[in-house]
């Protein structure tokens, strides 16, 4: 990637962006940047998250935060600081985060700590050591706990949004008396993962099961989902992990079950992250900038008024204020541009920052009581009348929602392809993207030689109850699974 998060000095905003087919990696920095969604900070490797980008976030949030207390989930909050001795209990979850663990060793006039302190790079060790102490029998379990919070992971090749030291997301863990159970919450929030992008961000996805290479540390088997960037390449967009019962043995969180017997709890995670909001740039923008989809845009139409004079401006915002409040009654998040710049320059602006609709209002507008709308995807113009604009201004914007989730599924159709052999996936992605679907026999030499014949193609995802035909692209034995392979973020 192009950039690193280390520059302190203030932008510059100017309108223009590199183009997208130019410079894919420019483009979407110029576009988090100008649309003021996210900047660098003066810490190297952490953002700025700008309102315009917390404002999606928080969308997002209250989407999701919905969804699983449908289901019986609490938000909890832990300490950001985790003693060594509770991540050293479990061995292969702390060798999969050891080069990116920030630790505190000293406190002000205290000097320094008997024990190092991680900044938590995600929570396992401290929920699971805490909430043990509150499991004594199956009548605690289960145990839905989620937290919203801030982790760290010292990243040195940092991207807004999509890599950086910190971010902001939610993890969840929860503790079960069963196997199935565990499993079945796995399942569970991975659909809740695919409303989000789907329903929400308007971005298809792969559901699947990652392979063994893949897994998070320490799980039995980690489930994802995987977008489709409009560079071809592969964004993980959330994952659920089932740990079984490695967690609990480590941290010793155990209960009584109905039998009287101790058994240990069956456990899982998952969590999705500020990263969605880098996705839903790079999964619609185009050459003028972001395209937002209705349901999780900060503003969902704004209101340009055109005019000549001071007379002009009079006359249009007399007729504005006629119908915008019942606009935004009606729930629609309407923005009025009142600035002094030219319309030209306001039109620019709110392309730039991916606003779903544009309403045109001008002296002949008020005259014919109606509104000029200009759709952000289509860029039509045409014109709809002041009686009833709320409710017609809110299916424009359920029909903008479906016409961007088509188009971008249109776009991975397109971009999606079918090989049965190592030769021919090593010659696609010698030039091409996309998501490449090959047999795969499961064995990790066979993943581990597309990964180096390719240069760094891995993997994504793969449903693990449709078994494969035929053989394996690399070792020619009988294929378990029909895997997609992509280049990703």
């Not at 920030?102 to 190092?116: I, P, Q, S």
């Not at 240990?264 to 923008?285: D, F, K």
Request: hydrophobic letters at 40%; aromatic letters at 12%.
């Amino acid at each position: 990637m192009a950039d690193t998060i280390e520059s302190t000095q203030t932008p510059t905003f100017v309108r223009e962006i590199t183009k997208m087919s130019e410079d894919f990696d420019r483009w979407y920095t110029d576009v988090v940047r100008k649309a003021e969604l996210a900047d660098y900070s003066p810490v190297r490797g952490c953002m700025v998250v700008r309102p315009y980008g917390y404002a999606i976030w928080e969308h997002i949030q209250r989407a999701f935060d919905d969804m699983i207390k449908s289901s019986g989930h609490e938000n909890w909050y832990f300490p950001l600081l985790i003693p060594e001795s509770f991540l050293a209990r479990e061995a292969e979850h702390v060798e999969g985060f050891t080069p990116e663990v920030a630790w505190v060793t000293e406190a002000g006039k205290h000097g320094r700590l008997e024990e190092r302190l991680a900044i938590r790079p995600t929570s396992e060790s401290i929920i699971g050591g805490t909430v043990g102490r509150y499991i004594q029998s199956h009548r605690d379990l289960p145990v839905l706990l989620n937290q919203w919070c801030n982790v760290v992971r010292w990243e040195m090749r940092t991207r807004l949004f999509l890599r950086t030291a910190e971010f902001l997301w939610q993890e969840g863990h929860t503790f079960h008396a069963t196997a199935q159970e565990a499993m079945d919450e796995v399942d569970l929030i991975l659909e809740y993962y695919r409303r989000i992008a789907e329903d929400w961000l308007a971005i298809p996805v792969l559901v699947g099961r990652k392979s063994e290479t893949e897994k998070f540390a320490g799980a039995v088997y980690s489930k994802s989902i995987e977008a489709m960037m409009r560079d071809g390449l592969a964004l993980q967009a959330g994952t659920s992990h089932y740990f079984g019962q490695n967690f609990s043995q480590a941290y010793g969180i155990s209960f009584t079950a109905h039998d009287n017997r101790r058994e240990y709890c069956y456990t899982t995670s998952w969590g999705i992250s500020t990263r969605l909001v880098g996705g839903l740039v790079m999964a619609h923008g185009d050459d003028a900038g972001l395209v937002l989809p209705p349901r999780v845009a900060p503003v969902q139409a704004v209101v340009v008024p055109i005019f000549r004079d001071a007379e002009g401006r009079e006359h249009v915002r007399r007729f504005v204020e006629t119908w915008q409040d019942l606009i935004r009654d009606a729930g629609v998040r309407l923005r009025v541009d009142w600035s002094e710049e030219r319309p030209g320059e306001k039109f620019n602006r709110w392309e730039l920052k991916g606003v779903p609709l544009r309403l045109e209002v001008g002296p002949r507008d008020v005259e014919a009581n109606q509104v000029m709308l200009v759709d952000r995807l289509s860029r039509e113009r045409r014109p709809l009348p002041v009686a009833g604009l709320a409710d017609r201004l809110q299916e424009e914007l359920d029909r903008f929602q479906i016409r961007l989730f088509e188009r971008a599924l249109e776009f991975r159709r397109r971009n999606t392809y079918e090989f049965a052999t190592l030769a021919e996936l090593v010659a696609h992605f010698r030039e091409g993207t996309g998501f490449a679907w090959a047999p795969w026999c499961g064995r990790d030499e066979c993943e581990a030689r597309v990964k180096e014949e390719t240069g760094g193609v891995t993997t994504r995802n793969f449903e693990p109850d449709v078994p494969a035909q035929g053989t394996c692209l690399v070792c020619g034995r009988p294929a378990r699974w029909r895997v997609a392979f992509g280049r990703s973020y």
